[in-house]
């Protein structure tokens, strides 16, 4: 533990999604354009290991990390405001501190004492908030805690950052994210439920120090007043944050409520104006009136919850505004699209992107949407099962292989176009047994892959269990598709492309994890490009 290190624990109150996350990361920001070191991370009251056997639509993206850590999505919202690569050490649940203590129960690690959550749960906790700092120090530690003040998951959490206070008491602060909702009826703010928010956290042994408050309309002087008074903080302290029109809006908005200059004071540290000056380059960058529009058609199967893609819609848009474009998201349903013509859904788009997934619904409907963009020269971009349906419609329809297939989907086809990785075949388990992480991938010369990075050798994060069938590499290649990006020994496709189409590539990896709205990733900026090129021909 570094000896000057401070500590910052952000909790919630009264509802979910209050926005915690980007509270936390706006703070990062702040602090660290402060020059001062940010470690950032988030603790999830779960009990499953990582999210990754999790349903998108339950829980959002799975957020992938260079080490190969499936993680909870504010990690992208952690990698996206700071800039700076995490780890799994950067997303704890529940589920692996139980699993943690019951490994070293069995082998008798605790010598015989009685496992209890106290002290044995709650030590374990606390080691995981200072392990950020085995890696690197830090002059700050920002830890989220998930969930609400209130919930029975949640309270091994805060009773060890309790605990942890105690023991460090002067280099800790609170910050509890809470609700102020505005009644319209009768025209006013009410501070109560922020107030028993405040209550039960204090009844826990935890005394806020910020109150950072959710709110529709930016609250008077005596509004803040108020709740300074009844949940015992500094006036100063009650911090407004309004909904904003963009999350990257959230560290201005901060920052006009002078939120790190308290924060700063609180920890002892001293604070100066944070340099923002790129973060409002891009603000207003997304913000020209009278930008061209191009539309980007997304079409999966998870599209009635946009978190479900959440990094693919924010990498569109850090891409909109490198090209001086506003992007506009057309989402299709792809199990809608199996039973209709798909010129009538993507009428009009400029773009055509399909997403990640798993699981067999709206394979077919991708596979159209994939055909349509392939022969009507629209710009095409596949990411990870985007790529396996790019490579079964080409199989299909160029090869001239009905029954081309994934064996994900179809176990007895006669072409297994994508097929298990060869160490994927006896694995039975399905938490973090795929293939996961950061891999190196060599870029083929006179490529849209090298054109886009412009270096021989990149690294980008991978997700998956199948890939590209080498059985049937020579028909793709003898039939006009390239494969530009491969692994260093030259056995795994990680990308294709096809050279007589003006922009059309899918990769194997997920490059939407690396994009960040001041380095937007080179892919997504290359397709938006093509697709607002397209946009100026019809």
């Known amino acids: 533990m570094g000896s000057e290190t401070r500590y910052i624990f952000v909790t919630g109150g009264v509802v ?27 603790f999830d009251p779960y009990l499953n290991l990582d999210p990754g056997t999790m349903s998108p639509t339950q829980h959002g993206e799975v957020f992938v990390t260079d080490d190969g850590s499936e993680t909870d999505l504010d990690l992208g919202h952690y990698e996206r405001f700071i800039d700076e690569n995490l780890s799994r050490v950067n997303n704890v649940t529940s589920g692996m501190i139980y699993w943690d203590v019951l490994n070293k129960e069995r ?62 008491r002067s280099k800790c602060i609170h910050i509890h994210v809470t609700l102020v909702p505005f009644l319209g009826p009768s025209q006013e703010f009410k501070t109560k439920p922020t107030q028993h928010s405040v209550k039960e956290l204090r009844e826990i042994g935890i005394h806020a120090d910020v109150i950072v408050c959710r709110s529709p309309y930016p609250l008077s002087r005596d509004i803040k007043d108020k709740i300074a008074l009844f949940c015992d903080v500094a006036s100063q302290s009650v911090i407004t944050c ?28 001293r604070h100066k104006k944070p340099d923002l000056t ?30 479900s893609y959440l990094s693919v819609v924010e990498a569109i848009h850090h891409a909109a505004a490198a090209n001086a474009v506003h992007a506009e998201l057309v989402w299709v349903d792809a199990q809608s699209l ?5 010129k009538f859904a993507l009428s009009g788009v400029h773009g055509v992107l399909v997403p990640g997934g798993f699981g067999d619904r709206g394979i077919e409907g991708k596979i159209k949407a994939t055909h349509l963009a392939r022969t009507k020269l629209i710009p095409f971009f596949g990411l990870c099962l985007g790529m396996h349906i790019a490579v079964i419609e080409f199989g299909r329809f160029v090869l001239g292989w009905s029954d081309a297939h994934s064996t994900e989907f179809k176990d007895d086809t006669t072409h297994p176009v994508i097929d298990f990785l060869s160490d994927q075949r ?5 938490g973090g047994t795929m293939r996961l992480g950061a891999y190196p991938c060599s870029v083929q010369p006179n490529t849209l892959l090298m054109t886009a990075y412009g270096q021989s050798v990149i690294s980008e994060r991978h997700r998956h269990r199948y890939e590209f069938n080498n059985q049937f590499r020579a028909n793709y290649e003898e039939n006009g598709m390239v494969f530009s990006g491969l692994s260093p020994e ?49």
């Open 426 to 430: 006896t694995v039975r388990r399905k």
């Open 490 to 538: 030259n056995t795994l496709i990680e990308v294709i492309e096809i050279p007589d189409h003006p922009w059309f590539l899918a990769c194997q990896f997920h490059p939407e994890f690396k994009s960040r709205p001041i380095k937007p990733h080179p892919l997504f900026v290359q397709f938006v490009q093509a697709a607002n090129r397209y946009r100026a021909t019809i």
């Open 242 to 269: 309004v909904d904003a029109p963009s999350i990257y809006d959230v560290p201005l908005l901060l920052q006009q409520e002078h939120f790190s200059d308290v924060v700063m004071q609180r920890l002892g540290l």
């Open 16 to 42: 979910s999604s209050l926005g915690k996350g980007i509270v936390a990361a706006s703070l990062g920001v702040l602090l660290k354009n402060q020059g001062v070191s940010v470690a950032i991370q988030k």
């Open 338 to 342: 199996e039973h209709e013509d798909p």
């Open 107 to 168: 082998n008798g690690d605790y010598l015989g004492h009685t496992v209890q959550i106290i002290p044995h749960v709650t030590n374990a906790i606390k080691e995981r908030i200072t392990q950020t700092l085995d890696t690197r120090d830090s002059d700050v530690v920002i830890t989220e805690i998930g969930g609400t003040v209130g919930d029975i998951e949640s309270l091994p959490f805060l009773e060890a950052v309790r605990q942890f206070e105690f023991e460090n």
């Open 278 to 307: 790129h973060w409002k380059a891009y603000l207003d960058s997304i913000r020209k009136p009278d930008l061209p529009v191009v539309k980007i058609a997304l079409v999966g199967k998870y599209n009635q919850l946009s978190d």
